[in-house]
Every structure is written in structure tokens, then in C-alpha cells.
């Protein structure tokens, strides 16, 4: 699902950067450096490709350097945004897998594969989440991200699945992309404070940075976390020791929300899953 494109203008603009020394321009970035992927993670962002941002998120943190906090706080938004995204294809799968009674298996198949797929991103959300709880300092959170293209509307042919019309192989690779695209948008959204409203997150991200209060943050973290819990049901991947380790994330990052009508709706959902 990788959009090559958005890799190859990427590299371009760096290799521009690397040699712009010789012209009189800035310092060049080096290959490898926090700068590099930093600036990296923002071009392919910025192009639609949140799987390569967030490699490039990840290579940036392997080490402690000025981009850290600001890289963590990014790769939780990506990573909940992908794995929402996989999730959505998961469940269309399912739905049309019980309305076609007749051709069930290809259903069947799409919706195991985008579960896997969701588990690993799920896994590494969680991990990226952790470390930003341990690194996260202060009352506010800076989110620094160009925003991402796309749409947060939700695309007709999931709808066409949902009721058991099976797509070409090519059709669901490219419907997964734009689906991917729009919870990127709306998990932006979220952790933003404009939670639905794709055009407000724009508007407040127009200078492609903005101090978010730390309470808005760990909702929407809250909020991807319980989401994520439900792929581990005994309905689904039944694995309950990872949807009981997710739930307790989800109550953690929830604790420092103060009330509200969204913590109260998920503190009630939290609770039923709990119980279980």
C-alpha cells in the first residue's frame, strides 16, 4: 500500500537539500540524521503515504534528539490512524462475509488479512503510545505535522462490500488507501480537539504546528485504544491478554481527561469490556 510516488518526491527534495551547500544554500541535511528523517517523514506525510512517515518516525526514534517528543506525539497519531483504518476494512469484510451467502470465502479472506495487518499496527501504536507516556513532560503536547491529504468523508464502495459486492483485487487496494487516509484525518482531528471535523483540524493546523492541552490528547489516545481493544475478542482474534493490556492503556490515558460528555462515553465502554 506504499505510495511510491510520495517516497520518490521525498528523497528528491533531500537529495535537493543535501547538495544545496554547493549553490549557497543552507547546510545540508545528512543521510541518516534526525533532520533527515524528520524531513523525510514529513514529505511522504505530506504526499499520503503515512506507512513510510511512520517508518521514517520510527528510524528518527531510535535515538533521544531535538525531534523526539514531537516524533512520539506524531507516530501515536499515525499508527491509531492506520490501524483504525485496517480495522474499518476488517469490519466492512465481515459484514459483507455474513450478506453473501453465496461467495463468502473472498470476504472471509480480506477480512483475516486486514486483521493481521491491523494487529501489527495496533501492536506498534501501543508501543509508540508507551513511549510517549514515558517521555511526555508538561500540560501540553506539540503536534507538528503537515495535514494530510485525502478526505474524511466516508468512500461509497464500503458500503458496496458491506453489502456482499465484491470488488477487484485492485479496486480494494485502492479503496484501503483512501480509507486509511481518512482515519489519518480524523484521528488528527481527534487529537487536535475537533473531533468529526476534518475542515476545523485544517484551520488550526494552517502553520503546521499548534500546543494541543495534554487532556484533548490522551482522550483521543483513550479513544483509539478502547477502538483497538475490540480486534482481540473472542469474535475476532480472541486474544484476550492483549485486549485486556489495550483496555488498561485506555483507562490510564482516560484518567488525566477531565469530565466530559466523550470521557463519559468511553469510560461507559470501558467499563461493559472490562466486566467481560
Given at each position: 500500500m506504499m505510495n511510491r510516488f510520495a517516497e520518490m518526491a521525498a528523497l528528491a527534495s533531500l537529495s535537493l537539500a543535501?547538495?544545496?551547500?554547493s549553490s549557497g544554500g543552507p547546510a545540508p541535511v545528512a543521510k541518516g540524521s534526525p533532520e533527515f528523517y524528520w524531513q523525510a517523514a514529513r514529505e511522504t506525510f505530506n504526499g499520503g503515504d503515512a506507512q513510510k512517515?511512520?517508518?521514517?518516525l520510527k528510524s528518527l526514534l531510535k535515538g533521544k534528539n531535538e525531534f523526539t517528543t514531537r516524533a512520539q506525539a506524531w507516530q501515536a497519531i499515525v499508527l491509531a490512524g492506520m490501524a483504525a483504518g485496517q480495522l474499518e476494512m476488517a469490519e466492512t469484510f465481515e459484514t459483507g462475509n455474513k450478506v453473501n451467502k453465496s461467495n463468502?470465502?473472498?470476504f472471509r479472506k480480506k477480512m483475516s488479512d486486514y486483521r493481521t495487518l491491523a494487529n501489527q499496527t495496533v501492536l506498534a501504536f501501543a508501543e509508540a503510545y508507551g513511549a510517549f507516556v514515558k517521555d511526555s513532560t508538561g500540560d501540553k503536547v506539540t503536534v507538528e505535522l503537515p495535514f494530510p491529504p485525502g478526505t474524511s468523508g466516508k468512500p461509497a464502495e464500503l458500503d458496496k462490500l458491506a453489502s456482499g459486492i465484491l470488488l477487484a483485487d485492485a479496486d480494494i487496494e485502492a479503496l484501503a488507501r483512501r480509507v486509511q487516509a481518512r482515519n489519518v484525518i480524523l484521528t488528527v482531528a481527534d487529537a487536535v480537539g475537533a473531533t468529526g471535523d476534518a475542515a476545523?483540524?485544517?484551520e488550526l493546523l494552517r502553520l503546521g504546528t499548534m500546543e494541543v492541552p495534554k487532556t484533548q490528547f490522551m482522550l483521543a489516545m483513550a479513544k483509539a485504544l478502547n477502538k483497538q481493544?475490540?480486534?482481540y475478542g473472542k469474535r475476532k482474534l480472541d486474544q484476550p491478554d492483549k485486549a485486556k493490556f489495550l483496555l488498561a492503556q485506555a483507562q490510564q490515558a482516560l484518567a488525566a481527561v477531565p469530565e466530559g460528555k466523550e470521557?463519559?462515553?468511553?469510560?461507559?465502554d470501558l467499563k461493559k469490556k472490562t466486566k467481560i
Amino acid at each position: 500500500m506504499m505510495n511510491r510516488f510520495a517516497e520518490m518526491a521525498a528523497l528528491a527534495s533531500l537529495s535537493l537539500a543535501l547538495i544545496s551547500c554547493s549553490s549557497g544554500g543552507p547546510a545540508p541535511v545528512a543521510k541518516g540524521s534526525p533532520e533527515f528523517y524528520w524531513q523525510a517523514a514529513r514529505e511522504t506525510f505530506n504526499g499520503g503515504d503515512a506507512q513510510k512517515a511512520s517508518d521514517h518516525l520510527k528510524s528518527l526514534l531510535k535515538g533521544k534528539n531535538e525531534f523526539t517528543t514531537r516524533a512520539q506525539a506524531w507516530q501515536a497519531i499515525v499508527l491509531a490512524g492506520m490501524a483504525a483504518g485496517q480495522l474499518e476494512m476488517a469490519e466492512t469484510f465481515e459484514t459483507g462475509n455474513k450478506v453473501n451467502k453465496s461467495n463468502p470465502t473472498p470476504f472471509r479472506k480480506k477480512m483475516s488479512d486486514y486483521r493481521t495487518l491491523a494487529n501489527q499496527t495496533v501492536l506498534a501504536f501501543a508501543e509508540a503510545y508507551g513511549a510517549f507516556v514515558k517521555d511526555s513532560t508538561g500540560d501540553k503536547v506539540t503536534v507538528e505535522l503537515p495535514f494530510p491529504p485525502g478526505t474524511s468523508g466516508k468512500p461509497a464502495e464500503l458500503d458496496k462490500l458491506a453489502s456482499g459486492i465484491l470488488l477487484a483485487d485492485a479496486d480494494i487496494e485502492a479503496l484501503a488507501r483512501r480509507v486509511q487516509a481518512r482515519n489519518v484525518i480524523l484521528t488528527v482531528a481527534d487529537a487536535v480537539g475537533a473531533t468529526g471535523d476534518a475542515a476545523k483540524a485544517k484551520e488550526l493546523l494552517r502553520l503546521g504546528t499548534m500546543e494541543v492541552p495534554k487532556t484533548q490528547f490522551m482522550l483521543a489516545m483513550a479513544k483509539a485504544l478502547n477502538k483497538q481493544a475490540d480486534l482481540y475478542g473472542k469474535r475476532k482474534l480472541d486474544q484476550p491478554d492483549k485486549a485486556k493490556f489495550l483496555l488498561a492503556q485506555a483507562q490510564q490515558a482516560l484518567a488525566a481527561v477531565p469530565e466530559g460528555k466523550e470521557k463519559k462515553e468511553v469510560a461507559e465502554d470501558l467499563k461493559k469490556k472490562t466486566k467481560i
